[in-house]
């Protein structure tokens, strides 16, 4: 019987967890979304960050250039000395949610230009 409950257990937190994902942007709508602004927030590996996403695939930061690029309905980055790395993300309105394998790992606003003239 314990073990039956664990499992039950187990089953409603992981639905509850799927549960927390956004609707997935296609690729068009994630790059209306960001090309030409800013995105302020917050990833839970790294921590803060705010980049403006210039429509030419440049991305810019407080310090730092990378590039970004739309590959299918994900948004793909590559730092430099880094590999490329690509996430899904829900959008609404002027929120972003990062997705990495099924899981919100990223949150952030979006903000209209390049107000921190990066």
């Known amino acids: 019987m314990r073990l039956a409950a664990t499992a039950i257990a187990l089953s409603l937190a992981s639905l ?4 927390d994902l956004p609707p997935l942007a296609k690729g068009a709508q994630l790059k209306r979304a960001v090309s030409g602004n800013t995105v302020e927030g ?13 429509k030419d695939g440049t991305v810019r930061g407080k310090d730092y250039k990378a590039k970004w690029n739309i590959e299918g309905d994900t948004m793909c ?3 430099e000395g880094q590999p490329k790395d690509c996430w899904q993300a829900g959008v609404k309105g002027t929120s972003v949610k990062w997705v990495k394998d099924g899981k919100v790992q990223g949150t952030g606003t979006i903000v209209k230009g390049n107000p921190n003239k990066f």
């Open 16 to 19: 509850a967890h799927a549960g």
């Open 42 to 54: 917050s990833m839970d590996a790294s921590g803060r960050y705010t980049e403006f996403y210039a």
């Open 77 to 79: 980055w590559v730092y």
